[in-house]
């Protein structure tokens, strides 16, 4: 199976800062997901990247994807009060089947006012 | 884009009970899934709800255990059965967009069962 792992576990700043997340795995995928969870609630998409992109935009959201080192970074700009929320990469080997997308423990991230 | 209605949101419920969660996608998805997140983990795949058919069930989940329907294109259930404190957690229902399997996973609001 094909585990993304995120890094920091938790993080904490101000409003207004950068914050940037990190996912590692560990074989070869076809593409990689990055989805945002507020407290208890369901999961939303945030932004699809495939594995011959290097970087890819969203409003104040930057993925960007080495695979040669198989890792993935989500850069959150200008952070909000609303960007509050635990963070989950989820890489995927399978172009086919999203069943095969498996969750790490993500990242908590708190945005202070 | 897929909007997905769950519900009960939430519930308290006594051990050994048992509880049906409904999942209502607003237009028809190839695929729909149903997760359980328990308190500080990650999201576990159960099962992968079949349109007509019986569940694709993960390792380590059972159709006795967590009995799921798919009768048509936009509905499914998942009951919890014979519950104990051990399947207190968050259930979440989940679909592939129209735009095909590698495309996003749209996912409810999620059910947070507490068993006593």
């Known amino acids: 199976s094909q585990q993304g792992e995120e890094d920091p576990q938790a993080l904490s700043i101000q409003e207004g800062e950068n914050a940037t997340m990190n996912c590692s795995y560990k074989?070869?995928?076809?593409?990689l997901q990055w989805y945002r969870q507020n407290s208890g609630r369901g999961l939303v998409h945030l932004i699809l990247?495939?594995?011959n992109e290097r970087e890819k935009h969203s409003g104040r959201l930057r993925v960007t994807l080495d695979t040669s080192k198989k890792s993935s970074s989500l850069l959150i700009t200008a952070s909000r009060a609303a960007d509050t929320a635990s963070y989950f990469c989820?890489?995927?080997?399978?172009?086919?089947?999203?069943?095969?997308?498996?969750w790490g423990l993500g990242t908590s991230l708190a945005v202070n006012p | 884009s897929a909007v997905i209605s769950q519900k009960p949101s939430r519930d308290i419920c006594q051990r050994g009970t048992s509880l049906t969660i409904q999942c209502q996608v607003d237009?028809?998805?190839?695929?729909m899934f149903w997760y359980r997140q328990q308190p500080g983990q990650s999201l576990t795949l159960i099962a992968t709800?079949?349109?007509?058919?019986?569940?694709?069930?993960e390792s380590g989940f059972v159709i006795d255990k967590f009995p799921i329907s798919r009768p048509n294109l936009t509905f499914s259930t998942l009951t919890v059965s014979n519950m104990s404190p051990e399947d207190s957690s968050i259930y979440l229902c989940?679909?592939?967009?129209?735009?095909?399997?590698?495309?996003?996973?749209?996912f409810g609001e999620g059910s947070r069962l507490t068993v006593l």
């Open positions: 989820a890489p995927s080997r399978n172009a086919g089947n999203n069943r095969k997308l498996i």
């Open positions: 989940s679909a592939t967009g129209t735009g095909g399997h590698t495309g996003e996973l749209f």
């Open positions: 709800a079949n349109q007509g058919s019986e569940a694709t069930y």
């Open positions: 990247i495939r594995s």
């Open positions: 074989t070869s995928i076809n593409n």
């Open positions: 237009s028809q998805v190839t695929m």
